[in-house]
């Protein structure tokens, strides 16, 4: 009995969903089309939220969402009719471009978060359609039929949200995946390795502890990211090396987000976190030593501690 309920649970059915290859078809299909229709570029990356430093989709499906909920709520009271349809209009407008940006995240995940996304885009589109022929019931003053197809389209952009919401929270996708680095390493210089064992101008892979870093050596100076990419944790250290305005740039091997190697700054999407950056120093003995980039010193936390104790005191 309980096994029967658990396997029914809203959960159990998501990750059915992840572990579905029968998807994965139309999923092949969709998805190069939407890479065909989105090459590389500043569009692309605007899709992604990369000006914005966090994915675009997930803020802009709340209007849609809140406009329609807003809708179905005022169809249960007389005299409101207007009002509900001026919000179906209002939420269908802004369904184009949660659309957009979410097709544009969704191009970019692994194969069992595309799955889950496809049945995400099918609820959501569902909800459009139903609420589209909401509206034209409502221009043509058939309410009853109106308020309906409403119902019916919030009952599936639910359905919908619950799966974005599995792919956010459960798969991670649209998450930094790369965000706990900063906080693992202890404050302090760190040893990385002898500078003589990076070859300049080469991607290598160092570890700070169970840490795992990026390190590219130019001459003298060395940069250091996290290695796994921000975006769903793609070996950075596989990845390619150029010069982008100047400044030497690592692109991922998996989706090809590009990172400026001095601070981590995202260049291009899918990825829209930082990446997380090390400072580093050559010690006279010849050997990389590095500490989180925007490391507070020691004496500044001893300072500020000392502050807040003698206001307490005062
Ligand atoms: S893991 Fe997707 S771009 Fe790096």
Redesign the pocket.
Known sequence: MLAALSATRPAALAERIERAPVLDRPVHALSDTVVRALPPGPRTDALHGVPFGQPAHPALVRMPLGCWTSAVLLDLFRGTERASGTLVAVGLAASLPSAATGLADWS?LHRHQQRVGLVHAISQGSATALFGASLLARLAGRHGNGKMLSAGGLAAATVGAYLGGHLALRLGAGAS?AEPIGHLAALGWHDLCPLSDLTDGQLARRQLGYLSLLALRQGDAVHVLSDH??????P?HQ?RVAAIDGAACVT??????TFRLSDGAVIH???TARQPAFDSRITSSGWVQIRPAGHVPRRSVRRAGQEIKRRVAG
């Open positions: 970019a995946h990419c921000a975006h769903l944790g793609g950075l990845g991922c091997p998996w989706h090809g987000s999407g899918p990825a």
